[in-house]
């Protein structure tokens, strides 16, 4: 973590547990956090330390996101680590669904994420930054579960996986030492941390994961 100290981390989608989380321990880290999400009142209650900057902005708005990092070079310093936080889900069936909940998931699970990741890269490449980008999974990013009204959600978290082997691909193809790592990781280690229920249900998630052969790639838990 020495390398990163004094450093601009943004998260996208800082509030909620595992966003609000992954703030806190930055921050300890002596890093400097922009956290970005659509209620700054929530945003505000995440920590008081003067190295948190928060930021209201939609991410499934290209203005605002285009806003946003314009903003923090401007006003923070240089992105060198971009948290792709931001995701949702809405109850509902893809036989009968309603298309503007699905058109909302897709919105921001995976244009959201793409601008922003796009954004960071073109500021981290401007400023030969060799950054480090995290997009936060989800167990449906590599395995569906049997249970009802999750419509166009596991579709959309493997197209996060996805997103992020392709990005992974362009940036290696450009010879740019920038990295990219999607992770469910980091979400079943907060999970460990809280109760013996917890623990058994990260087990179970864990041993899904590796039974179907997903590659987690640990160096994102250096971060």
């Not at 400097?32 to 209201?56: M, P, T, W, Y």
């Not at 285009?66 to 036989?95: D, S």
């Not at 073109?122 to 400023?127: C, E, F, G, V, Y």
């Not at 990781?185 to 907060?190: K, N, T």
Request: proline share 1%.
């Amino acid at each position: 973590m020495e390398r990163w100290k004094g450093q601009v981390a943004v998260v996208a989608g800082a509030t909620g547990g595992v966003g609000s989380e992954t703030v806190k321990r930055l921050l300890n880290d002596g890093i400097v956090v922009v956290g970005i999400a659509r209620c700054k009142d929530a945003l505000a209650k995440i920590s008081n330390s003067e190295n948190f900057h928060v930021l209201q902005a939609d991410i499934t708005v290209e203005q605002d996101v285009l806003n946003a990092f314009k903003w923090i070079t401007e006003n923070v310093g240089i992105v060198h680590i971009l948290v792709n936080n931001a995701g949702i889900g809405k109850h509902g069936n893809l036989i009968d669904g309603d298309t503007e909940k699905w058109k909302m998931i897709l919105d921001t699970n995976l244009i959201g994420l793409c601008i922003a990741t796009r954004e960071a890269v073109k500021i981290m490449r401007a400023n030969k930054v060799n950054g480090h980008i995290v997009n936060i999974n989800s167990v449906e990013g590599h395995y569906i579960p049997k249970l009802p009204h999750m419509n166009v959600y596991p579709a959309s978290k493997h197209g996060v996986t996805a997103l992020t082997e392709t990005f992974r691909q362009e940036l290696n193809s450009l010879e740019s030492k920038i990295k990219i790592t999607a992770s469910v990781v980091v979400f079943l280690l907060l999970l460990w941390q809280f109760n013996i229920i917890c623990r058994v249900l990260a087990r179970v998630l864990l041993k899904l994961i590796w039974q179907k052969q997903v590659d987690v790639q640990k160096r994102v838990l250096r971060l």
